[in-house]
């Protein structure tokens, strides 16, 4: 028997509501973008799980954890401070280098591109559209990068059973199943092809992975064909993904050294330089190391001279913690971590520092070289993140801290990792298959500092961070001044803790003097919140009150009226009183002209409901539908990188590649407002 996808849905899902998919407003989604945007969003409300499908929160990405807020720090810290600023550059020592606003962008595990992000290039998911579109839109563009483990064994083929775009392999060769999951995988140009459609819908650019599993037989196609499709839109090809894991992964023999490395490079390099069909030259990222080489061990090698005209990015690969022995019990990682107890520690500003402080001389040559130092992939924590931390507010005050500390630090970009359906770190998550027809995306908190982090910095790409080292360098209030232009235009205020008893929020007062010592405070200032009611929280997160919903409320658009707080300043006494609640960020314009540098022009956003071409439906074998997307009822889920994506949850409860709207193999759909 077949059935169309239709007949499935309505089989597998039971009754549905569609008194919310019927509305007049249509978008006609062609090749040239959205034809007249509704700009309406649906988001709003609490989160909600699908009626009939509690066993959802069996995976980690939609889990159920809700961790107590830390105490107080004791003794607390001062709840009156001043920051005195000067307002030119010149007289600020320590500020970075220039800093782009797209300086958060997205790492997509490759083996999950499939799995609801993006389905076909005939039909790509419109909620990852929104979401892309709201950071590119104050930020000048969004960066992403398909990798990760599985790119190390991925391999470009011309076609795969049922016309999938990705195909994994059920048995993992080489690895050590205790600590890494890593499947084979397969996939076709209809990859390319659909990142370059995102491309020319959204100002999205692209960093793709080379395979570095058998460097004496290179799989370079993945170049070859990315030069040709995607042209410009390729910013970088990242060779070997955290080669110091190797040896302990079973990649490598147990002996494999940063000299091993440095040759198997070389090796590379030259195979890439004698490709003709690869078409640019120095666009290379590399060494990503995770840490367990520090970055010194490699250049004692001669890499960086060896190498520097092939590379354009050097880039590490960091996670705040990790989670391993949760996720492989046998893996050797000691006792289970209870989140609870993790939970402060991502409530201070000495987390960010502790990441950043050890690259700071790699940060430093990289500047010396004229290259780019990127943190290629990083997030809460390794294998899958913390339930209750990493999907709670904590994980996006954390990630703004963080990524100004980045920005200080000289670092020129950071890529936030998506990983699947079983981690809990996910900035943005699609529902699990068979809800994909009654329910919405899922976003994570650490979502919207990336929309801070764009305003923070802003489109003009001549932002220079510095951190204040505010309240006497209090761990749990950090500051930032942002330079642009070379003249303040923001200050960035981070409040770590939780009010209890109507204690916790702090007052910052901004004092700002001219060149020659004059009051410069303006008469007033703007300032944009982020918001949620506790460190916890998972699904009331506001950015200026806005919000993208609760947990399957999401189509990637913001909902809710904008509100920008105006505060006067005294300017006799050249004080700005800024009142930062418990928890909180703050962003602070001190100009017209800092807010319109940050502010997001009018964002073209897509409606999610899609209809079928009646023509054209398609139908697909329920015993290729219940193995879909490489899964049996024993494989896991999605990817792998970090551990990330494996759960126990069986194919058949989740059946089936994502048909959101039941559209295949056509070249435009058309889309109406959800």
Known sequence: MRLSLLDFALATTGIWAFAGCAHA???????????????????????????????VSALNAYNDVRLQPPSLPNPLPPTEFTLSLPNSAAGMSGLS????????????????????????????????LNLLATVADRAGG????????????????????????IGKDKVVTGGASRTVQTPTLEYTAELLNLLSHVSSLVNAKWYLGIPFNDTT??????????????????????????????????????DYSPQDYFEEFGTMVNNIH?????????????????????????????????????????????????????????????PVKNPQDVLPNYLTHRSGQGLVSPLMNTASIAQQMGKEFMMFETNTASCGGFPGVSDSFASALWAVDYGLQMAYSSFTGALLHIGGQNVSYNPFTPPPT????????????????????????????????????????????PAYGIYEHDTLARVALVNFMQEQNGAGSYRATISVSGANGERAVPAQVKVKYLLAPSVSEKDKVTWANQTFGGRFQ??????????????????????????????????????????????????QTY????????????????????????????????????????????????????????????????MGSA
Request: charged residues 15%; aromatic residues 8%.
């Open 142 to 165: 969004v960066r992403i990068r398909i990798g990760g483990n599985t790119q190390e064994t991925a391999t470009l083929v011309d076609r795969l059973p049922n016309n999938a775009m």
């Open 217 to 254: 037989q290179p799989r370079l196609q993945i170049a070859e064909a990315a030069d040709a499709i995607l042209g410009d839109n390729v910013l970088g090809y990242q060779v070997g993904n955290e080669p110091d894991l190797y040896a302990s992964h079973e990649r490598r023999p147990e």
């Open 434 to 477: 068979n809800l994909s027809l009654v329910a919405k995306w899922t976003v994570g908190p650490i979502m919207y500092s990336t929309l801070f982090m764009a305003e923070a910095l802003g489109k003009s790409n001549t932002s220079r961070v510095v951190d204040l080292s505010a309240n006497g360098g209090n761990e749990f209030t």
């Open 274 to 334: 004698d490709d003709s069909k690869i078409t640019k030259a120095g666009n290379l990222v590399a060494p990503s190391l995770q840490g367990t080489w520090s970055a010194e061990d490699l250049w004692a090698t001669g890499y960086l001279d060896a190498y520097s005209t092939s590379i354009s990015v050097l880039s590490m690969e960091r996670y705040a913690d990790q989670n391993c022995a949760a996720e492989f019990p046998d893996g050797g990682f000691g």
């Open 25 to 55: 407003a249509v978008t006609v989604y062609g090749p040239q973008g959205a034809q007249n945007p509704s700009g309406t969003s649906s988001a709003s409300g609490p989160s909600a799980t699908p009626a009939g499908a509690q066993w």
């Open 97 to 128: 280098v220039p800093q782009r606003g797209d300086f958060f962008g997205f790492s997509i595990e490759m083996s999950v591109v499939e799995q609801g992000l993006m389905f076909r290039s005939s039909f790509i998911q419109v909620p990852l």
């Open 554 to 603: 999401a189509d990637g658009r913001l909902s809710g009226q904008e509100v920008i707080e105006t505060i006067s300043c005294d300017q006799t006494a050249n004080t700005c009183v800024i009142p930062v609640p418990a928890p909180c960020a703050a962003l602070v314009f001190l100009s017209a002209d800092a807010q319109a540098s940050a502010d997001p022009a009018a964002t």
């Open 607 to 670: 409606a999610t409901t899609a209809v079928t071409n009646p023509a054209q439906t398609a139908t697909i074998d329920p015993d290729t539908l219940a193995h879909s997307n490489g899964h049996t009822g024993g494989i896991p889920l999605s990817g792998t990188s970090k551990g990330g994506t494996t759960t126990n949850v069986k194919a058949a409860d989740v059946a089936g590649a994502f048909f959101h709207g039941f559209v295949m193999d056509f070249s435009w759909p058309f």
